[in-house]
Every structure is written in structure tokens, then in C-alpha cells.
């Protein structure tokens, strides 16, 4: 199986859960849906309008841009918590502890009935391929991906980029798709079980610091 990772504030997941699952940026800003927003908003500019395509314009899933889809990464320990952990993310209030992992498989969404592709690097970035068969998961950089050390190097200066490849759902994510939640700390895990009481689908909570930086 192939997990893949959505952050998100902890106090965005009563929202979540109201509506069933993740929803995309762009429905997500026109009914002000997030409580915490976790992201830059220069970002968040630029995901709005991206378009999802290939390389050569060709279609792929439903096309549109970046902000009509739920994003996930193949991995944990992202620059963008990084930049979260570091206090670089305006706007943003809370520590690193206050952000939450749900977590999926790309084999589970394909499986499923949404629309999705993925990336081999960050999706905003110009030279980021999409793609929309699982067997082309091997052009993703799987070394880099599992490499707690994701910086720029003089041999390599697109280790960044690559880090941060993406799994995208087109319009919304639903909550049964969910398998797993990390968190921090047993606190945090205390608050998520008592979220979910009233779910009908209730992943399991697990600690999990070695997903978070020191």
C-alpha cells in the first residue's frame, strides 16, 4: 500500500466530520469553511490558479486548478511543517502539535469513486508532471520522498521540489476513505478520540513525534 498524508489543524476536524470529509480550497474559501488555515495564503493564491494538467497540455482527472482538489503527500515531515514549526506561515496560530495527519492509501482512493492524480513533485511548481495511473507511482522519487533530510543541494537542487510531491482528489475527500490519524502527543490523541465519538467512521488515533520535527 502507498499512504499519503493531509495536515490539518486540529480544530478544522468538527468541520470535517459535518461534512462527511475533506473538502477542496476552493469550496472550502467560498463558504468559509476552514477555522484554521494551515498554509501560505501566497500559496494558496497560486494553487488557485494552477492549472491540473500535463506537461503538454494534455487532459488529466478532472482538470481545472490546484484549488479544486484535496491535497495529500506520500510522506510526513514536509517543508511545510517545517515552515509551521519555525513560525513562517502568517496567520497561522498554534504550535506543531496542533496540526493532524489523516491518513489514506492512493490504492483505497483508486479503488473508490472520486477523481484523482498525483505529482512527482510540488503541483504548483511549472516542470511538476501529473499523473493518473498507479503504475506510474515509480516515477515518483521514493528515495528523496523517505529521506528525513529534504534540502537543496549543490548536486541536486531539486530535492525540495520532489519532496513535496502530491496526491490530488478532485472536489472532496470523503471521511470513510480515512484509515489512520497521527498526532504529537497523548493530549492530542485524547482530544481526537473524543472528536470522533460521535462519528459513525472513527480511524485510529496513533502517536506518532517521529512524524513531527524536534
Known amino acids: 500500500m502507498t499512504p499519503i498524508y493531509h495536515m490539518t489543524h486540529i480544530e478544522n476536524v468538527p468541520q470535517i466530520l459535518a461534512e462527511g470529509g475533506l473538502v477542496c480550497d476552493a469550496e472550502a474559501a467560498k463558504r468559509k469553511l476552514c477555522k484554521q488555515s494551515i498554509a501560505h495564503a501566497e500559496l494558496k493564491e497560486r494553487r488557485?490558479?494552477?492549472?491540473?494538467?500535463?506537461?503538454?497540455?494534455?487532459?488529466?482527472?478532472?482538470?481545472?486548478?490546484?484549488?479544486?482538489?484535496?491535497?495529500?503527500?506520500?510522506?510526513?515531515?514536509?517543508?511545510?511543517?517545517?515552515?509551521?514549526?519555525?513560525?513562517?506561515?502568517?496567520?497561522?496560530k498554534g504550535r506543531q502539535s496542533d496540526v493532524?495527519?489523516?491518513?489514506?492509501?492512493?490504492?483505497a482512493v483508486a479503488e473508490s469513486k472520486v477523481i484523482w492524480c498525483f505529482t512527482n513533485g510540488h503541483a504548483v511548481e511549472g516542470v511538476t508532471e501529473f499523473y493518473d495511473d498507479l503504475s506510474d507511482l515509480k516515477k515518483v522519487d521514493w528515495e528523496v520522498i523517505r529521506?528525513?533530510?529534504?534540502?537543496?543541494?549543490?548536486?541536486?537542487?531539486?530535492?525540495?521540489?520532489?519532496?513535496?510531491?502530491?496526491?490530488?482528489?478532485?472536489?472532496?475527500?470523503?471521511?470513510?476513505?480515512?484509515?489512520?490519524?497521527?498526532?504529537?502527543?497523548?493530549a492530542k490523541a485524547a482530544l481526537m478520540a473524543k472528536l470522533l465519538e460521535k462519528s459513525g467512521h472513527r480511524p485510529s488515533v496513533t502517536v506518532e513525534p517521529e512524524w513531527y520535527y524536534n
Not at 55 to 81: E, N
Not at 163 to 170: I, N, S, W
Open 48 to 92: 488557485a490558479t494552477r492549472p491540473v494538467e500535463k506537461l503538454f497540455f494534455g487532459q488529466i482527472a478532472a482538470g481545472g486548478v490546484l484549488a479544486d482538489y484535496v491535497p495529500f503527500y506520500f510522506t510526513t515531515r514536509s517543508p511545510m511543517l517545517y515552515a509551521i514549526k519555525g513560525g513562517y506561515v502568517e496567520h497561522f
Open 147 to 186: 529521506d528525513w533530510s529534504w534540502k537543496n543541494t549543490l548536486a541536486d537542487l531539486d530535492r525540495k521540489r520532489r519532496k513535496q510531491a502530491e496526491f490530488l482528489v478532485h472536489k472532496r475527500f470523503p471521511w470513510e476513505l480515512i484509515s489512520r490519524i497521527g498526532v504529537l502527543n497523548r
Open 100 to 107: 493532524v495527519y489523516l491518513v489514506s492509501s492512493a490504492e
